[in-house]
């Protein structure tokens, strides 16, 4: 059973930055989509940013291209998504989600019914 959990999130002054990390197990590591989306409440759930963990292949969200990295640690069994410049419209609960044996490149940001497992998710907030 896929495990997700969700750690970093709080509460920031716009211009700064956090981490999150998303902690996986149960699962082999090496062929799976990770992706982080968020969601603000009466929103639909919007696609972050995804990293293909085979060869870290990513796609971003254009609303942070620049200013969001996702990144994988192998030993650890994480995914990060590194923030910066953070915005008051960045603000939402942020949501890890994994996709098994993903190996064909495609942007799934618009897609999150194609992701079977999620993490509870962590809250991000930014103050103007």
């Known amino acids: 059973q896929v495990q997700l959990a969700e750690s970093g999130g709080g509460s920031v002054q716009a211009g700064g930055l956090l981490r999150l990390s998303c902690a996986a197990s149960g699962y082999t590591y090496s062929s799976y989509c990770m992706a982080w989306f968020r969601q603000v409440p009466g929103k639909e759930r919007e696609g972050v940013a995804i990293?293909?963990?085979?060869?870290?292949?990513?796609y971003y969200a254009d609303s942070v291209k620049g200013r969001f990295t996702i990144s994988r640690d192998n030993a650890k069994n994480t995914v990060s998504l590194h923030m910066f410049f953070l915005k008051p419209e960045d603000t939402a609960m942020y949501y890890c989600?994994?996709?098994?044996?993903?190996?064909?490149?495609?942007?799934?940001?618009?897609?999150?019914?194609?992701?079977?497992?999620w993490g509870q998710g962590t809250q991000v907030t930014i103050s103007s």
């Open positions: 990293i293909y963990l085979g060869d870290e292949y990513t």
């Open positions: 989600a994994a996709l098994p044996a993903a190996t064909t490149h495609i942007n799934r940001l618009n897609r999150p019914g194609d992701f079977p497992y």
